[in-house]
Antibody, heavy 123, light 108 residues
Framework: EVQLLESGGGLVQPGGSLRLSCAASGFTFSSYAMSWVRQAPGKGLEWVSAIGGSGTKTYYADSVKGRFTISRDNSKNTLYLQMNSLRVEDTAVYYC????????????????WGQGILVTVSS | EIVLTQSPGTLSLSPGERATLSCRASQSVSSRYLAWYQQKPGQAPRLLIYGASSRATGIPDRFSGSGSGTDFTLTISRLEPEDFAVYYCQQYGTSTLTFGGGTKVEIK
């Protein structure tokens, strides 16, 4: 059974940093690209970032480029999102999600999602 | 960036009725790279359809997708009580994924 479990969320002040983790199980982690998608309170879904299976290729939304860094440790089956220079508008539930294809290449169809973790940026 | 516009914003229907949800793209979505997700309150999104018309694993056949280019449709043939939720379309034809604003299907 595929499981994705996010952690590391919480309250942070504007300008601060936070690192999210997503522990994966139930599939061959290194064979799949992974994404982060966020959802501000009461709003729709916004894709944030993606990473290929090997970790060498990364992709970012313009809204987070230069501030967020996606990475993965395939030996630990864990996905990360380092978030720096946080803004109030980054407040959201952050989901990690698995790509549907096992090629390791980023495809963009997200077939399994974690339960989400709340990040609140406020003074 | 491809902007996806979903309509209507809210659809009020009764169980057993047919639901038709629209997703329009600001430019053509290559190779029908369009997916649909369902989200219930307090839950993560669930993949329903990808490739515009292919159902994901375990999705009932009352859910169907169609369309190409800039116009796509999700149809729920007969609404079950568990189908009342918010539905999002998403394009993956570019490396920057984008989602529509969502359509809420509520009980009339």
């Amino acid at each position: 059974e595929v499981q994705l479990l996010e952690s590391g969320g919480g309250l942070v002040q504007p300008g601060g940093s936070l690192r999210l983790s997503c522990a994966a199980s139930g599939f061959t982690f290194s064979s799949y690209a992974m994404s982060w998608v966020r959802q501000a309170p009461g709003k729709g879904l916004e894709w944030v970032s993606a990473i290929g299976g090997s970790g060498t290729k990364t992709y970012y939304a313009d809204s987070v480029k230069g501030r967020f860094t996606i990475s993965r440790d395939n030996s630990k089956n864990t996905l990360y999102l380092q978030m720096n220079s946080l803004r109030v508008e980054d407040t959201a539930v952050y989901y990690c999600a698995k790509d549907i294809r096992d090629s390791g290449n980023y495809y963009g169809v997200l077939d399994y999602w974690g339960q989400g973790i709340l990040v609140t940026v406020s003074s | 960036e491809i902007v996806l516009t979903q309509s209507p914003g809210t659809l009020s229907l009764s169980p057993g009725e047919r639901a038709t949800l629209s997703c329009r793209a600001s430019q053509s979505v290559s190779s029908r790279y369009l997916a649909w997700y369902q989200q219930k309150p307090g839950q993560a999104p669930r993949l329903l359809i990808y490739g515009a018309s292919s159902r994901a694993t375990g999705i009932p056949d009352r859910f169907s997708g169609s369309g190409s280019g800039t116009d796509f449709t999700l149809t729920i043939s007969r609404l079950e009580p568990e189908d009342f939720a918010v539905y999002y379309c998403q394009q993956y034809g570019t490396s920057t994924l984008t989602f529509g604003g969502g359509t809420k299907v509520e009980i009339k």
